[in-house]
């Protein structure tokens, strides 16, 4: 192929392997030569050779394995695939559930797996933490873990998405307001209660304790159940995510309160299910693929020894019937 081409092997391999330093002229001719012959690349060849493997792994810590069935992570996913088919890496699935899948994952860390991770939902005391900051490999947290600073993150603003969807609340003349939070081991978590208690605060408004669940539809649900035995005098909820808020609704209805005019309800995501809602949910959007792919995309800059600066990505209300 490099004869057909009529240049070096080694620049043969560099226009191959997408390496700098090769004029547009041979990496045309290279390019011309590899349609003429037909040539597929050998990827355990070119792995010898560039010692990469060509894959990046997408490494999530959960508890559920249908985790990245959840609307949210399947919008992430697409994002990073997209960004990665651009630099022509595969991408790979982890899902740190059990004690055995973290050791596949510290293994992965351990023995250079794949050329890069991304790491998503870390809680506090995440045993994936400290593996993380012991490897060699270039490492990406999607959300900023508790109680750490990586060097490279791609994040949203949490906090002030809560408080621009309490603070709309606020405006409509809601004065009860309660908080259904996400995992309060997350940074999410903790970041959406705070940018809640923060705009009740500057109105002069006492917030609630927080209201725990999980993320999903049924500890919304529930959450929102023993939010109305505690105080059934609640006129507003801003829910951690959409899924919480869905389950919320679903409460409020089973329990006779109607949804804006007894309670004001809104979410954070801006997922499907916020405009299948009933009535359709007032949410915060953050840009869930743009989160996918700026994670992956930083991750090639460091896989391509580059050093890019961590990322946090706007919110903005989006205001439908609920609120």
Known sequence: MA?????????ASRALNNAPHVSRAKREAVERAVRQLGYVPNPTARALATQQTGAAALVVSGENPSIFADPFFAQVIVGATTALEDADLHLMLCLAASDRGRKRVAELLRSRGADGVMLMALREDDPLLPLAEETRMPVVFGGRPVGAAPRWYVDVDNAGGA???TEHLVARGRTRVAAL????DTEAGRARYRGYRDALLAAGLDPFPPQEGDFTEPSGAAAMAALLANHPDVDGVFAANDNMAAGALRTLRKAGRLVPDDVAVVGFDDLAV??????PLTTVHQPIQALGREMARMLVSLVNGQDPTPLILPTRLVVRSSA
Request: include cysteine; aromatic fraction near 0%; hydrophobic fraction near 35%.
């Open 3 to 11: 004869e057909r081409a009529g240049v070096s092997r080694s620049v």
């Open 163 to 165: 408080r621009e969807a």
């Open 181 to 184: 939070c996400g995992r309060l």
């Open 274 to 279: 916020a405009q299948i809602a009933d009535p």
